[in-house]
């Protein structure tokens, strides 16, 4: 197996994680690793044109379901790793003072939202549960096309605060905070994972996926802020 290379194609958002589990799994079965980091939508082309990769990873099960439908991956192994929780993220030491969702709706709050990727629409489902939706499109000054292109705005500080996932503030602990959501306006989304369709090696490409969804896998990812229990307690098995 020594002389096996496995090719990850992984939205920047989900790589550390998956880039912890492959360095672990190299060290037990010795299996190198090829990373493809980048914007979902640019990895979903990449792979479309060059017919490569052994495995996708990404932040939402809509970015699955469109590979799916273009035949660029195996259906039968899409298997979840985690949730992400979406979360108001703001600049270090919250200057605004953004203490709620109501807070984005204040006259004069700049707000900053995501087109694409896993973020797509989160701002949308958040102010609409909140029925907030009009008072907080007023606010929204900028918009970014992927995750790391919205917490920049914060770091930029171009905006206020940001609609992004509270797993964030692992990343970037020392730029954001976050800035929680009331159980009953989060909005969750799994990070999927799943064999590509042109893998020439897709017995040890579903091993690397069994172990990232394993205890093993599943506790890198919680040191992420990944979460892999429901908090509505009728849906905990």
């Given at each position: ?13 989900v ?25 979902a ?8 044109e060059?017919?490569?990769g ?5 932040g ?14 195996f ?11 979406s ?13 709620s969702?109501?807070?984005l709706?204040?006259?004069g ?7 694409g ?16 939706t ?9 918009f970014?096309?992927g ?5 920049a705005?914060?770091?930029?500080k ?8 509270d ?20 909005v969750f ?10 893998s ?10 069994d ?7 599943k ?13 509505e ?5």
């Amino acid at each position: 197996m020594s002389s096996k290379r496995l090719h990850i194609y992984s939205s920047g958002a989900v790589a550390p994680p998956i880039k912890k589990c492959a360095e672990e799994f190299t060290a037990k079965y010795g299996i190198d690793f090829e990373f493809t980091v980048g914007k979902a939508e640019e990895l979903i082309s990449e792979i479309t044109e060059l017919k490569q990769g052994d495995v996708l990873t990404c932040g939402a099960e809509f970015i699955f379901d469109e590979a799916q439908v273009k035949g660029l991956i195996f259906g039968e192994t899409r298997r979840s790793v985690g949730y992400r929780r979406s979360a108001i993220l703001v600049p270090k030491g919250n200057p605004k003072g953004i203490n709620s969702i109501y807070d984005l709706a204040d006259e004069g709050t700049k707000v900053g939202v995501s087109l694409g990727g896993c973020l797509l629409g989160i701002w949308d489902e958040v102010a609409s549960k909140a029925g907030l939706t009009d008072k907080i499109r007023r606010n929204i000054t900028d918009f970014a096309d992927g995750c790391g292109a919205v917490v920049a705005l914060l770091n930029q500080k171009k905006v206020d605060a940001v609609f992004g996932w509270d797993a964030f503030q692992k990343l970037w602990p020392a730029t954001i905070e976050v800035v929680d959501l009331p159980r009953e306006l989060q909005v969750f989304r799994s990070t999927g994972i799943a064999v590509i369709q042109f893998s020439k090696q897709r017995e040890p490409a579903t091993q690397f996926i069994d172990y990232a969804t394993s205890e093993k896998g599943k506790k890198i990812y919680r040191s992420y802020g990944w979460i892999h229990a429901s908090p509505e307690p009728r849906y905990i098995s």
